[in-house]
């Protein structure tokens, strides 16, 4: 079994949509990432959370570290935003990321 | 903004080739990794680097890899002798501490 799993594996919105990704992880944490890579293949972080709520433009981001469950929210989704959205853990102070299989969003005009 | 460089963005290789792939982390950090990941899956760790020794290495980090920093600002990874499941892209990624973790835009191995 995956120690970091997503939900859904595809997504397909219209523009100005409001999307929900989801992740859940098995194992203890120090920290929670969520990561955008695009088709080019360059990854780049969104946010790093160890508990509650972040946001970041139309971007949030929770976790509740109880439920071991991670929320990512795009609110008013736009074309731009189609790319593949990566949970990843790290399980200790030194921090090496497991990853999640990605969530792939397809935001159509 | 500072960020991670990584050189080459693609690199095709014969098999049994020798390639070193390299990064450049953001100059005050000090944790170092390398992650890959080959088309269509996803991405997997190979090797974490800290105080000038390897700190953690997965088990698809074997003899034919190798990472060094040679000179306090490049973060290097070998491959000895390519395969054609080496192909794959490969990520640098650096943090000032261990638990953050900014990436490069990736090594883009093609061993033919």
């Known amino acids: 079994k995956n120690e970091v799993e997503q939900s859904p594996q595809n997504l397909t919105a219209q523009e100005g949509e409001f999307i929900t990704i989801n992740c859940s992880y098995s194992?203890?944490?120090?920290?929670l990432h969520w990561l955008q890579q695009h088709p080019g293949g360059g990854i780049v972080s969104l946010f790093m959370?160890?508990?509650g709520k972040k946001k970041h433009g139309r971007l949030i981001a929770t976790i509740n570290i109880q439920e071991k469950h991670s929320s990512l929210h795009i609110t008013a989704s736009h074309p731009r935003d189609s790319a593949v959205y990566i949970c990843?853990?790290?399980?200790?102070?030194?921090?090496?990321?497991?990853f999640g299989q990605g969530t792939i969003l397809t935001v159509h005009p | 903004e500072p960020e991670v460089t990584q050189t080459p963005s693609h690199q095709v290789t014969q098999m049994g080739q020798e390639v070193i792939l390299r990064c450049v982390p953001i100059?005050?950090?000090?944790?170092f990794y390398w992650y890959r990941q080959i088309l269509g899956q996803k991405v997997e760790f190979l090797v974490s680097?800290?105080?000038?020794?390897?700190?953690?290495k997965s088990e698809i980090f074997d003899d034919q890899f190798s990472v060094e920093r040679p000179d306090g600002s490049n973060f290097t990874l070998k491959i000895r002798s390519t395969k054609l499941e080496d192909s794959a892209m490969y990520f640098c990624?650096?943090?000032?501490?261990?638990?953050?973790?900014?990436f490069g835009q990736g090594t883009r191995l093609t061993v033919v």
């Open positions: 990624a650096s943090g000032t501490t261990g638990v953050e973790a900014f």
């Open positions: 194992v203890g944490i120090s920290a």
């Open positions: 959370l160890s508990s």
């Open positions: 990843a853990v790290s399980k200790a102070s030194y921090g090496k990321l497991t």
């Open positions: 100059s005050n950090h000090l944790y």
């Open positions: 680097f800290y105080n000038n020794e390897i700190s953690e």
